[in-house]
Nanobody
Framework: QVQLVESGGGLVQAGGSLRLSCAASGSISDNNVMGWYRQAPGKQRELVAAIHSSDSTNYADSVKGRFTISRDSAKNTVYLQMNSLKPEDTAVYLC?????????????WGQGTQVTVSS
């Protein structure tokens, strides 16, 4: 069983920065994607950024150029560096891990961390 523990959320003024971390415990296969989603009140959950075990990345258009996702595979940890934050970035940020073994897909979610950006 994989457990995800997030940290790094908080309150920041517009234009500020935050760094989120998500550490995965348990066994994760070499073929995996670690990512961050966010969900604001009354809105659907959306992908923010993801990074494959090959280090290829994917970003939502709304965060390109401002957010950077990275990973430390040896520690099973994924990071999200968020710069130039805007009030519309306010949401609960959730860590997500997808992993594949023998054609079976497994997906895990963290409990979420609140990010609030004041104007």
């Amino acid at each position: 069983q994989v457990q995800l523990v997030e940290s790094g959320g908080g309150l920041v003024q517009a234009g500020g920065s935050l760094r989120l971390s998500c550490a995965a415990s348990g066994s994760i296969s070499d073929n995996n994607v670690m990512g961050w989603y966010r969900q604001a009140p009354g809105k659907q959950r959306e992908l923010v950024a993801a990074i494959h075990s090959s280090d290829s990345t994917n970003y939502a258009d709304s965060v390109k150029g401002r957010f950077t996702i990275s990973r430390d595979s040896a520690k099973n940890t994924v990071y999200l560096q968020m710069n130039s934050l805007k009030p519309e970035d306010t949401a609960v940020y959730l860590c997500n891990v997808k992993t594949w073994r023998l054609w079976n897909k497994y997906e895990y979610w963290g409990q979420g961390t609140q990010v609030t950006v004041s104007s």
